[in-house]
């Protein structure tokens, strides 16, 4: 087997679970909602970038604590032994390599993780998610951005910036999708043999950090979402920039991740007139008003047909106070 062969086999082996939704995803045609301020969303348009924004500064930095614990008791419950049996008798070493530069990431999680986060969207619904709505509707009104899923199916190693599915669920959950990983090591240890020891530590370490940064308590199910992350410090992007922004009042750093090609990245797939699919205004004051300037910003950023891309979700939201 070619080198380069048992290294995107053993990255399959990694992510089970990420696989599993990727085409689940391709199965029934989904696409990925971005639900945001009507004023963020018409900066990303309009500048055609998505925001990533810091870990902690995101609505629920919590979550990041939650997956760490699962991985912990996951580990501490004997699945840590067998993964290293399963590694190091090909790798010896391998284990530990993992573990510690996991140990060495973890305390600066909150300012090296740049992440923004994408719901998947069945495509015959104009409404959007109650749920999410509740969180960006209301009087300065919630948008949002219909992405189709092409550029999932594109290697994104260029940018530096991948797209991680939610996992709902607890400790149980968690060591379920880490038994599979197991497995398919125990099962498949002449692929390992194969791959060499650099880059089996960086697929397995990515594997276990991408797993807590995406694992979440089952009772936000109904958001069914996904991440897109970048690690600014420890895998920089010349194609992401960084520049400040007042989000809710917060003045902070964000990650631009560029939606249009540029030289020297050759992604022709990153084109808004390809990636949008449609834009969905959300419950507020003036709908019409809002939806009105969205064509206007699409037009300006040479989208074909704006007209047709702008859905107005006309649901009656009730807002506390």
């Avoid at 301020?37 to 604590?65: C, H, K, P």
């Avoid at 419950?77 to 510690?100: C, K, W």
């Avoid at 009104?141 to 219909?146: D, E, K, L, T, Y």
């Avoid at 690690?231 to 249009?260: D, K, N, W, Y």
Wanted: with cysteine; hydrophobic share 40%.
């Amino acid at each position: 087997m070619a080198e380069q062969d048992a290294i995107k086999q053993f990255a399959d082996f990694a992510f089970p679970y990420a696989n599993d939704r990727f085409a689940e995803v391709a199965a029934k045609g989904l696409k990925m909602a971005h639900y945001t301020t009507a004023e963020a969303a018409a900066l990303i348009l309009g500048n055609q970038s998505l925001w990533l924004r810091n870990a902690a500064l995101m609505n629920d930095f919590s979550e990041v604590a939650y997956g760490n614990a699962c991985l912990e008791q996951s580990f501490s419950s004997g699945l840590g032994a067998r993964l290293q049996a399963a590694i190091d008798v090909v790798h010896p070493g391998l284990f530990r390599n993992v573990t510690e530069r996991i140990n060495n990431v973890d305390v600066h999680t909150r300012t090296h993780t740049y992440l923004t986060s994408l719901s998947a969207h069945n495509q015959e619904s104009q409404l959007g998610r109650l749920s999410m709505w509740r969180a960006y509707g209301g009087p300065t009104s919630g948008v949002a951005i219909i992405f189709n899923t092409e550029v999932f199916a594109h290697d994104s190693d260029r940018l530096g910036a991948y797209s991680s599915p939610v996992l709902y669920g607890g400790v149980t959950e968690f060591s379920r999708e880490l038994v599979r990983v197991i497995e398919n090591i125990e099962n498949n240890r002449h692929v390992l043999a194969q791959v060499p020891f650099d880059n089996a530590a960086s697929i397995l370490f990515n594997s276990l950090q991408f797993s807590t940064l995406s694992t979440k308590h089952p009772a936000f199910e109904e958001e069914q979402e996904w991440r897109v992350i970048h690690h600014p410090l420890s895998e920089p992007s010349a194609f992401i920039s960084t520049c400040t922004r007042t989000i809710r009042g917060i003045p902070q750093m964000i990650c631009e991740v560029p939606l249009r090609d540029q030289v020297g990245l050759n992604m022709p797939w990153l084109d808004l007139n390809r990636l949008l699919s449609h834009v969905i205004i959300g419950p507020c004051v003036y709908p019409k008003q809002v939806a009105w300037a969205f064509r206007e910003i699409l037009r300006e950023i040479g989208i074909a047909n704006p007209d047709s891309r702008i859905a107005i979700a006309n649901i009656p939201l009730r807002q506390n106070g």
